[in-house]
């Protein structure tokens, strides 16, 4: 297993996903998508629910990976363990619909 730590602008989120921007350079956009795992720190907001499109923050995120036979790994799995809120950036809360998250 691998720990990351990426800090970047929240440009997606369901109830399940964080999507961050992390490079955006000459008209072109990079986003990451990361699953939320089940044992999740917060830092500096409640809930995820109160994280908004624009919002800056700091994630921490393990990648488990697989020993290939021919000597390769593959990645398995990587799952959120840790959202810490660095900037606040809009009042727009974002869901899968477009309105609130329940």
Do not use: C, W
Request: net charge positive.
């Amino acid at each position: 297993m691998e720990d990351h730590t990426i800090t970047g602008t929240v440009v997606g989120l369901t109830k399940r996903n964080l999507s961050r921007e992390y490079q955006n350079t000459a008209g072109e956009s990079y986003e990451m998508l990361l699953p939320f795992g089940t044992e999740m720190r917060l830092d500096r907001i409640r809930d995820v629910k109160d994280v908004k499109r624009g919002d800056t923050v700091t994630i921490s995120y393990r990648q488990k990976y697989r020993q290939e036979t021919d000597g390769t790994q593959t990645l398995v799995k990587t799952v959120v363990t840790s959202i810490s809120l660095v900037k606040s950036g809009s009042t727009q809360t974002l869901s899968p619909q477009g309105g609130r998250l329940p």
